[in-house]
């Protein structure tokens, strides 16, 4: 994802402090084989995914991220049908979200319509909605604001220009008396992070571009911001320390080195809205000891690309991560530096790794009891496609857990999901 922005602009949206967003609800009216009605609680913290293959896993991540992003326009979503019911937090600040994809036939051609509901509510009482519905002509309305705003009214439909499942809501602030980021997201890049290195591979690629230019910024969301804002303008090519970033820096201490470079060779001059622009793309990390070249990144084994993946990700998405595998590739200790730094943040996480289940920090009996949901895929008569169930602990599950959470025993976490046969 590529972000535009002007200088001014990057300095004020980034000086600001917002709630952490999460997600509390998901209700699954109808999507591909989900069992239609299947409705999920998540708390503030951590949540394993449990289950076999095939049993929808990381189609789950991939519905949360994208309930986290308020974007359905995801590539792997985008002409699927879906009905769905969901609802974000950011401290006292809440939005309702419903959306909805359906095949209609019209003169013999079958068309995608779209509707997306969107309510808003802030502490102060205040409450808008906002529909966006993809009609012929589109329809746009809105509920709890006085249309007369301009600025309102002028944001809502810029908004519009993006698919009534992926809206974008600016400018909402000041009639909220809030900022909208802390309930839509600042995470840019957040997406469910896959098991390999494939995300290290997709920003040492060509499709991973910065531009800088006198009028405008334009920057990936896997850049982190204190990285990004540290980038010279004047068209050289870039040498960068990646340890200013004091997580990225731990990452790369707890990989064997002292210091992380990224270079960037000499860019591309284009012309972009107007002025001129150095586009620069496919960077390339070097790693030292001691002030002396140890590894290029090429040079690095599956585990320490893996972990500095993960590092790079978790830099980016400060408000949640959700992780397909993350201990794949690592060592014991690696996979205890990571549980240590998911802290703070939403997370969703599959895992197979019995150590890794183990030193998961739940620290609050709420968490606990919303933090596992299993996931089974249901044969039906006749053939059909299998029903995938997806649910979260049942009461006496749950008051298992809270027990052993009393008694300081959460360190057998993996003997409790193995005596419930859920793991």
């Not at 002028?154 to 009534?164: H, Y």
């Not at 620290?363 to 089974?376: A, D, I, P, Y």
């Amino acid at each position: 994802m590529t972000t535009e922005t002007s200088p001014e602009l990057q300095a004020t949206t980034e000086a600001g402090s917002h709630p952490r967003r999460w997600l509390e609800r998901l209700k699954i009216n109808q999507f591909r084989s989900v069992e239609p009605g299947t409705e999920l609680h998540f708390s503030e913290g951590l949540h394993v995914v449990l289950g076999k293959n095939a049993t929808g896993k990381s189609t789950l991540l991939d519905l949360v991220a994208s309930a986290l992003n308020l974007n359905f326009g995801h590539r792997a979503f985008r002409d699927e049908p879906l009905d769905l019911e969901f609802v974000l937090r950011a401290g006292p600040h809440q939005i309702d979200v419903a959306v909805k994809r359906a095949a209609l036939t019209e003169s013999s051609a079958v068309t995608l319509r779209e509707e997306g509901r969107y309510t808003l509510r802030a502490p102060s009482g205040v409450e808008v909605t906002i529909l966006l519905a993809s009609d012929n002509p589109p329809r746009r309305i809105v509920k709890g604001a006085a249309l007369a705003l301009d600025a309102v009214d002028e944001s809502i439909a810029w908004s519009f220009k993006q698919a009534p499942l992926a809206p974008n809501l600016p400018a909402l602030g000041a009639l909220l008396n809030a900022d909208v980021r802390a309930i839509s997201g600042n995470d840019q890049a957040l997406h469910r992070m896959p098991e390999s290195d494939e995300l290290l591979k997709h920003i040492e690629g060509n499709s991973f571009e910065i531009c800088l230019g006198e009028s405008m910024w334009s920057r990936p969301g896997l850049l982190p911001d204190t990285i990004f804002r540290a980038l010279p303008s004047d068209g050289s090519a870039i040498d960068i320390s990646l340890v200013s970033e004091p997580l990225l820096a731990a990452f790369v201490r707890e990989m064997g080195f002292s210091e992380a470079r990224m270079y960037l060779g000499p860019p591309r001059v284009e012309q972009r809205y107007g002025s001129k622009s150095f586009v620069y793309s496919s960077p390339t990390f070097t790693f030292y000891r001691d002030g002396r070249l140890a590894r290029r990144g090429d040079q690095l084994s599956y585990g320490q690309r893996r972990l500095f993946a993960l590092g790079w990700y978790l830099v980016c998405n400060k408000e949640a991560a959700i992780l397909d595998e993350p201990s794949n590739g690592l060592h014991e200790s690696w996979i205890e530096f990571l549980v240590l730094q998911l802290r703070d943040r939403q997370v969703f996480l599959t895992s197979q790794n019995r150590e890794m289940l183990d030193m998961l920090p739940f620290s609050t009996e709420t968490e606990l009891s919303r933090g596992f949901v299993l996931c089974e895929s249901r044969p039906q008569p006749g053939g059909a496609e299998p029903t995938l169930h997806w649910r979260g602990l049942r009461d006496d599950e749950s008051a298992l857990m809270i027990k052993a959470l009393r008694a300081s025993r959460l360190d057998l976490v993996t003997d409790l999901l193995r005596a419930l046969n859920l793991w």
